[in-house]
């Protein structure tokens, strides 16, 4: 059974920082490409960060430069650094596991609020 489990998300203040884990089970995660999306109220899903299996980054132009995406394959888990935060930064945030167009997995979400 795969689970997705993430974990970080809260209420925060503009400018500040929080870090979003997603822990995974019930897959060879080495293999996976990781990612992050979020959907903010009334809005798609949009991609925020993915990391391949190599290591390679691709990020949403809204968060380059304030926000990281790493993994852990030993620990079987994804993080999203995410600094600077900005009201426009709220919504549910998805942690996503792919290996194939229909290999894929979606985590829950962790709702991050961003607001003073």
């Known amino acids: 059974q795969v689970q997705l489990v993430e974990s970080g998300g809260g209420l925060v203040q503009p400018g500040g920082s929080l870090r979003l884990s997603c822990a995974a089970s019930?897959?060879?995660?080495?293999?996976?490409?990781m990612g992050w999306y979020r959907q903010a109220p009334g809005k798609q899903r949009d991609l925020v960060a993915t990391?391949?299996?190599?290591?390679?980054?691709v990020y949403a132009d809204s968060v380059k430069g304030r926000f990281t995406i790493s993994r852990d394959n030993a620990k079987n888990t994804v993080y999203l650094q995410m600094n600077s935060l900005k009201p426009e930064d709220t919504a549910v945030y998805y942690c996503?596991?792919?290996?194939?167009?229909?290999?894929?997995?979606w985590g829950q979400g962790t709702q991050v609020t961003v607001s003073s």
């Open positions: 996503n596991a792919r290996y194939s167009p229909i290999v894929d997995y």
């Open positions: 019930g897959i060879i995660f080495s293999i996976y490409t």
């Open positions: 990391v391949t299996t190599a290591g390679s980054t």
